[in-house]
């Protein structure tokens, strides 16, 4: 031991640990052995597998492994758990919640230890972080439960919900996943992460204790096999999961045509954007905050460093000098900043692209001093002279691994910003207002922080844009991702009675009538289908009353690049675009008799219905011409001082894939909000009456609607379906066809785009417009901004 | 065993060239620093032998002082007297560090008192800091400015605790700022100049760092937070501002200007919180009383009392150690 006159003389740090004992006696009550919570009860332990300790490597206990049966008992218990649950208050719910935040904090001392012991995070981060962010995403939800009915009117709970968490904020994602479940009405079986169940076995005993009905949180630990089993199981109704892109995509298509609802919270290379006029000490302590949080295995990490040139060079030396100055070690000392990395595997896979990046030409540095032999460790690291083509500035390394690359002016910024599939989060540093703003709107990512980084509560829904995935956590926004619109439990529409089959026929005329070629409707063109080929279309009675093209790929591939040309769309004032929109109305209305005779050629409704379908999809236009000036966003009501602004963000190239039925209203139905809030769209309308469409772009091309927002393609729409599923720069596809669903979504795995399908048929009469179309026009951006003169 | 050495004549400090492109393109986002300096002191903390030789090392940084209107020649003796001796034999002796000549950095009192305190203090290593330049508001002449420093300097001060005239800062008047610490500079001869900024009164953080700068430039020999008597005194995100202003200057000239916290720093905790500050942010060079004080009266008695916590392992009582 060093004397008190040594350290008087080195005045160093000394060893300040928090005690492991509690959260290591509670491991030793289980007997060191877990099993299951189904049901409000454990079950026996099997199948046991270790539990490590990341900072030592050695074990801290076994779980069992979830196999078949297990995720059976579970998901059972959680449906016949589901109409106790629903059956109860709003205000009853919300005092479970409520109850669930006040054990959280009554025990917020041993989830942080044992949470920093199985996962390896400093005591700092899961006590000053973690724990309390949890606490208040309860909260929080409490409130939610509280207002469900009053604020979800048109909404039900999905179900049962399977939630995958992963392990690098373990008790953290269970909450973001679990709480708004819950509040929502839904009962949730949660598998997490194989190397660190322990928190949400703490969290399940907890809720027990807090009276919460056994089967309304249910906890199968396992590895990914029995993630898999929840993925798959046919009770489940929503998969809600974060973790890797690559998991994701697999999720994504053992899903397909499940009907199963999907919320991913996927990967991300977030840029952490550095002009010359910020405050670079500030920069300094924003990238420890950034990428040395959780040694960097974080999703939403500012791991792509880029920075103004003219300051490239002092800041990089700046960076320097405070990594030399970070501290690595034992995770439950409270001065240490840098814990171990959660598993080998984890360990492994940082080397190995830190090693790939030297070869490939970058330059790494790493502070002097040595990591820690006993467990799994990284040191802070920090690469320069990186090429935007490199592996490192480009792959997901969830590591403590920085990479730094120089840029000159905004629009470069920008450019090298969103040269990434992924969209997670960004951090911008300016003290220039404006350019902070202007950048914010112009990076592609869930979540902008302003001169602030790594910023979370549960107010500001937390997801991303691209393959970062698709849904959010926190927030009104959240919400959503577990509820249903009300409609889909009323029975389905009674099909349309076709009237006076074949009574309109015309006398023979005197002249033959002109011929008529409908085409597609392409960048603001009529062309002719790449096939050269045309689809008949029939009226009721089976006589050929059209030809149209018959749309093939290259067709939605034109139509596509036609959309992304009329980018400009996206960013044209929200009066103009409500303007347009009631233009198109107008133009409409100027021609109803022709377009309810249309319809009833098509359909053989009566003169009276489709007068009745006509007049509906113009106030549908007038409606969504209402919205375009009126959905902007939201400011949530966070802690921080300043601002957090959701802005609603169009989704941007948007496939629409429409019934059969109500060629024109459902047409109408699912264009108008898509365009009115800034989306572009491709659109295959109703494959057996397509003529509305074709009619349709007559006023379209009259209405001022600038050339590329609206394409259509008629043809099979199975077939040109799959092609916008599969379509890499198509950001979202409404599903409306009664056809292969399955495809549709297994497809889209590609570029885990989102979807929106919906196969029940609908009254489009009802319940064709409201904020279950709004919100799937949009995608969610929250930026911080924080305030101080 | 390590002894403390009689404080080496203050290194000087040079004046370098008044450069207003330096102080204007200074840049301070005033969340950021809070963030750092609200979760600095849960990043790093002492416990044990290792808090008591921190603030064993806290009081050798100390500037005991006194600035009231009541101060008499007895209360400053008395406080010369327990700057000797801040803490009981006893206690030293308990921890080991009896001979190593724990005392206090300097005894700050108003220039009137200065002789007094001189020779109370006299054959110890115990500096005698003055206030001076029309402490605590800087509302003088110059020139009258420029007279209570020689004054002070003449009864043998060795440390002169100077306040800038704060209508410079919030008028923008960079150049003025420089001269007027320039002349002090001058008038204060070989005694160590401490330049107070008064950083409550600035307005902003960024003003904070920008009056750095300037003052920097102007050769003091310590930066100090605040006279003790503004609305806000010494804040971490006021010290982490002049800090960081002193670690680019060392940066740029390879000069180590000192720092001092001054104004309401009362705990042993928050004394361990500004030692905190100084080593993360400026490094082991600035642990001594060469480059670091803190300036505070009651602060002394909290810490003796975490002293003998960590002797006996028992909670002290304020009585059970000699006032001041």
């Known amino acids: 031991m060093p004397t008190v006159a040594d350290l008087f003389a080195q005045l160093s740090y000394g060893p300040a640990p928090e005690s492991a004992a509690p959260a290591l006696d509670w491991i030793a009550a289980h007997n060191g052995r877990f099993g299951h919570f189904i049901d409000g009860a454990w079950t026996a332990p099997a199948q046991l597998v270790p539990v490590v300790n990341p900072a030592t490597a050695r074990p801290l206990a076994e779980v069992s492994l979830g196999g078949e049966a297990e995720i059976d008992a579970a998901v059972r218990a959680a449906r016949r758990a589901l109409p106790g649950w629903q059956a109860l208050t709003d205000h009853a719910r919300a005092r479970f919640l409520y109850a669930l935040a006040r054990g959280v904090q009554r025990h917020s001392r041993l989830f942080a230890v044992l949470e920093s012991l199985n996962n390896g995070k400093p005591i700092r981060e899961s006590r000053d972080v973690d724990i309390p962010l949890v606490a208040r995403h309860f909260a929080y939800h409490a409130g939610w439960a509280q207002l469900l009915e009053r604020e979800f009117r048109d909404w039900r709970p999905v179900g049962v919900v399977g939630q995958i968490i992963p392990w690098n904020f373990p008790l953290l994602m269970l909450a973001w996943k679990v709480a708004p479940a819950l509040a929502a009405g839904c009962t949730v079986v949660l598998k997490p992460a194989e190397f660190t169940p322990l928190s949400a076995l703490l969290f399940a005993e907890i809720a027990g204790r807090a009276g919460l009905p056994p089967g309304v949180l249910n906890v199968v630990t396992g590895d990914g096999s029995t993630g898999s089993l929840l993925v798959r199981h046919p009770e489940v109704a929503k998969i809600a999961f974060t973790g890797s892109t690559e998991v994701g995509r697999q999720i994504r298509e053992a899903t397909a045509g499940s009907g199963k609802r999907l919320s991913l919270e996927l990967g991300g290379k977030s840029p952490f954007i550095v002009f010359a006029d910020a405050d670079l000490d500030g920069v300094v302590e924003g990238i420890v905050d950034a990428i040395w949080f959780n040694q960097g295995q974080v999703c939403c990490a500012g791991s792509r460093l880029l920075v103004q040139e003219s300051i490239a060079e002092r800041l990089e030396a700046k960076i320097r000098a405070r990594m030399e100055t970070l501290r690595i070690g034992d995770p439950l000392d409270k001065a240490i900043d840098i814990g171990a990395i959660v598993s080998p595997v984890q360990l492994e896979k940082i080397r190995a692209l830190c090693e790939r990046g030297v070869q490939e030409g970058a330059t790494c540095w790493q502070p002097s001093w040595a990591v820690p032999t006993e467990g799994y460790w990284f040191p802070p690291t920090l690469f320069t002279n990186v090429a935007p083509a490199a592996t490192i500035a480009q792959v997901e390394i969830f590591g403590p691994v920085l990479v730094l690359l120089p840029f000159r002016t905004p629009d470069e910024a920008v450019a090298l910003a969103n040269n990434t599939p992924y969209g997670l989060a960004a951090s911008i540093w300016t003290e220039d207002v404006s350019t902070a703003l202007d950048l914010a709107s112009r990076v592609k990512a869930g979540t902008v922080w302003i001169n602030c980084t790594n910023q979370f509560d549960a107010a500001s829904g937390f997801g991303g844009y691209r393959e970062s995935g698709f849904g959010r956590e926190g927030g009104r926004e959240g919400m959503f991702e577990y509820l249903r619109p009300r409609w889909e439990d009323e029975p389905p529409p009674a099909p349309l009675g076709a009237a006076g089959r074949g009574a309109r026929r015309a006398s023979a005329p005197t002249l033959p009538p002109i011929d008529r070629t409908p085409k597609l409707f392409v960048g603001g063109r009529q062309v002719r289908p790449d096939s050269g080929y045309s689809r008949p279309v029939f009226g009721p009675d089976g006589t050929l009353i059209g030809e149209v093209g018959d749309g093939n790929r290259k067709d939605i591939r034109n139509a596509v690049e036609a959309a992304h040309a009329a980018a400009g769309w996206g960013s044209a004032t929200p009066s103009n675009r409500s303007q347009v929109v009631s233009y198109v109305a107008e133009n409409l209305a100027t021609r109803a008799d022709e377009f309810s005779a249309r319809i009833v050629q098509q359909t053989g409704v009566s003169a009276a219905e489709a007068r009745r379908e006509v007049e509906l999809a113009i106030e549908r236009l007038f409606r969504a011409a209402a919205w375009a000036d009126k959905y902007g966003g939201a400011v949530q009501a966070t802690p921080l001082r300043g601002l957090v602004v959701a802005v609603h963000e169009p989704v941007g190239v948007i496939g629409i894939v429409c019934p059969v039925e109500r060629p024109l209203l459902a047409l109408v139905s699912l264009i108008a909000p898509a365009i009115a809030l800034g989306n572009r769209v491709v659109v295959v309308p109703s494959e057996r009456h397509p003529l509305s469409a074709t009619d349709l772009y007559q006023v379209i091309e009259t209405s001022d609607v600038p050339a590329g927002v609206v394409n259509i393609v008629t043809g099979s729409t199975d077939a040109l379906a799959a092609v916008l599923a599969a379509h890499d720069d198509v950001e979202s596809v409404w599903y409306h066809a009664a056809g292969d669903r399955a495809s549709v979504e297994r497809l889209a795995a590609g570029n885990l785009k989102r979807l929106w399908v919906v196969t029940r048929p609908r009254d489009w009469i009802a319940h064709g417009e409201g904020e279950e179309f709004l919100r799937e026009a949009v995608q969610v951006k929250n930026i911080w901004v924080p305030a101080g003169a | ?324």
């Open chain 2, 1 to 324: 065993m390590t002894t403390i050495a009689r404080p080496a004549p203050a290194t000087r400090i040079a004046p370098t060239p008044f450069d207003l492109a330096e102080i204007e393109r200074v840049r301070v986002n005033r969340s950021a620093v809070e963030r750092r300096a609200a979760s600095l002191p849960g990043r790093r903390t002492v416990k044990n032998e290792w808090q008591a030789a921190w603030l064993l090392r806290a009081i050798t940084c100390l500037d005991l002082t006194t600035l009231a209107g009541d101060d008499t020649p007895g209360t400053v003796r008395r406080l010369c007297a327990k700057a000797r001796q801040p803490v009981r034999h006893d206690l030293l002796a308990a921890l080991g560090v009896g001979g190593l000549g724990i005392r206090v950095a300097a005894v700050c009192v108003y220039p009137n008192l200065v002789p007094i305190a001189v020779e109370a203090l006299a054959g110890s290593a115990v500096s005698v800091a003055a206030v001076a330049a029309g402490f605590p508001a800087g509302q003088t002449s110059l020139r009258t400015k420029v007279d209570e420093v020689l004054d002070a300097v003449a009864h043998g001060a060795g440390e002169i605790d100077i306040v800038i005239s704060r209508a410079h800062v919030l008028t923008g008047k960079w150049r003025a700022l420089y001269d007027e610490v320039c002349e002090l500079k001058q008038a204060a001869g070989d005694a160590r100049l401490k330049v107070i900024l008064a950083a409550g009164e600035l307005g902003t953080l960024t003003n904070v760092a920008r009056a750095s700068v300037t003052v920097l430039q102007a050769g003091a020999d310590f930066l100090k937070t605040s006279t003790g008597k503004e609305q806000v005194n010494a804040t971490l995100p006021i010290g982490l501002v002049m800090v960081r202003a002193i670690r680019e200057h060392f940066e740029r000239t390879g000069q180590r200007v000192g720092f001092k916290a001054a104004g309401g720093i009362r705990t042993a905790k928050a004394a361990l919180d500004w030692l905190i500050l100084m080593k993360e942010e400026l490094g082991d060079a600035w642990l001594t009383a060469e480059r670091f004080r803190i300036g505070a009266s009651g602060l002394l008695s909290d810490i003796e009392r975490q002293l003998s916590h960590s002797v006996t392992g028992r909670y002290s009582a304020a009585h059970s150690h000699p006032m001041v």
